[in-house]
């Protein structure tokens, strides 16, 4: 499967802003998704990871309550919504997919997508 992951960009502290990762393939919903990510300087972060079904979910601790993820069979498509933005949520965020469940262990995820940039000023 190829991820391609779009909707990044500058925003404000406070501001709202949704991420995409559309999966090439007719097989998306045998795929558990989740989203990382990569400030500079700094090593990769785990986000949000959602699975086939929807029925798990498991954020980061300093995404709970302001992230949600979610995905959408007929687009192919995952998302992660992300709300009251921080400057410390600035970073590159990478999709990421596996047939089995890897909650926030990024070396259990086989496809990963190019990474969209996030910044958001304070």
């Known amino acids: 499967v190829q991820l391609q992951a779009s909707g990044g960009g500058l925003v404000q502290t406070g501001d709202s802003l949704r991420l995409s990762c559309t999966a090439s393939?007719?097989?998306?919903?045998?795929?558990?998704m989740a989203w990382f990510r990569q400030a500079p300087g700094k090593e990769r972060e785990f986000v949000a990871a959602?699975?086939?079904?929807?029925?798990?979910?498991t954020y980061g601790d300093s995404v709970k309550g302001r992230f949600t993820i979610s995905k959408h069979i007929a687009t192919n498509t995952a998302y992660l919504e992300m709300n009251s933005l921080k400057p410390g949520d600035t970073a590159v965020y990478y999709c990421?997919?596996?047939?089995?469940?890897?909650?926030?262990?990024?070396?259990?995820?086989?496809?990963w997508g190019q990474g969209t940039l996030v910044t958001v000023s304070s």
């Open positions: 990421a997919a596996d047939s089995i469940y890897g909650g926030s262990y990024s070396d259990r995820y086989d496809y």
């Open positions: 393939g007719p097989t998306f919903t045998a795929y558990n």
């Open positions: 959602i699975s086939r079904d929807s029925s798990k979910f």
